[in-house]
């Protein structure tokens, strides 16, 4: 959830390094045609695709596709023998991170109202059912909180970012408290998630969306790139009833993860 008045991110384009040479054209060609390949059984399925295995597996798909691989642990995302749904908060680096999520575990995302209109992240977030929220809208924001917490009582799980924007690293960004409360409202459990990039062991910017990139200038350099890899780490979950406490505990703990620069 991306609260009214959120700060736009310091960091920009210019922030983004590249540490590894880039593909070829022949293998950028194949990659993209791999892509469309996902993409078109996306559509094909129709609301099948809303199936937790049929969106894990174009999540995966779509992964493999750009030559990008999964390193997730055992741990899921969801905090299992919850009646309320799990609150699953992560860092926010690049539109991949939903993708990424979504190949570890299937879940409701909440997102900013422009991504329902990308290609491809639009379309995986919609069919999963996602709700998508304007981050410049204050009078919204007291009924997406109790939203929120309806559906977490309801006993579905939710994706959310509540750094708000994205950054080039894992600890760029606040965690802003409005999701928090939801879960307080709604007696969830907290599950805090670190995302990370790599290219060959090195921590890598490339993956990172920012400023005011288009989708396409970003999703061609992700495509160009070579050995990038994304890390999924899930802690251990929280609960509470202090909404500054608990997104004060899970930034700790998504922060405390940051990847040093050679793993």
């Given amino acids: 959830m991306s609260p009214a008045g959120a700060p736009a991110a310091l960091c920009t384009p210019a922030c983004v390094t590249r540490s590894a040479p ?3 054209p022949v293998e950028l060609a194949r990659r993209y045609a791999a892509l469309a390949y996902e993409i078109g059984i996306a559509v094909t399925q129709g609301d099948r695709l809303a199936d937790p295995r049929a969106l894990r597996a174009r999540a995966r798909g779509i992964l493999a ?3 990008i691989r999964l390193d997730a642990g055992p741990e899921r995302l969801t905090v299992a023998g919850s009646r309320p749904g799990t609150l699953i908060v992560a860092n926010h680096i690049s539109w991949l991170d939903v993708v990424s999520l979504l190949a570890v575990e299937p879940v409701m995302v909440l997102a900013k109202r422009e ?3 990308w290609p491809v992240i639009g379309t995986l977030a919609r069919r999963a059912g996602s709700q998508f929220i304007d981050r410049d809208g204050l009078r919204q924001l007291p009924h997406a909180v109790s939203e929120l917490a309806s559906t977490l009582r309801s006993g579905r799980s939710v994706l959310a970012f509540p750094q708000a924007t994205t950054w ?3 600890a760029g960004g ?3 408290r409005a999701t928090f409360q939801a879960a307080a409202d709604a007696g969830a459990p907290i599950r805090p998630v670190t995302i990370r990039y790599h290219q060959h062991g090195t921590r890598s910017t490339t993956a990172a969306f920012l400023g005011d990139e288009t989708f396409g200038a970003s999703l061609h350099r992700v495509a160009r790139a070579r050995g990038l890899a994304v890390r999924v780490t899930a802690h251990a ?3 509470g009833s202090d909404r500054r406490e608990l997104a004060a505990e899970a930034q700790a703990a998504v922060g405390a993860y940051e990847m ?3 793993v």
């Fill in 22 to 24: 880039e593909i070829q």
């Fill in 65 to 67: 596709a750009l030559g």
């Fill in 115 to 117: 991504v329902g209109g």
């Fill in 168 to 170: 080039c690293s894992v």
């Fill in 174 to 176: 606040r965690f802003r």
């Fill in 237 to 239: 979950p929280l609960r």
């Fill in 260 to 262: 040093p620069a050679h």
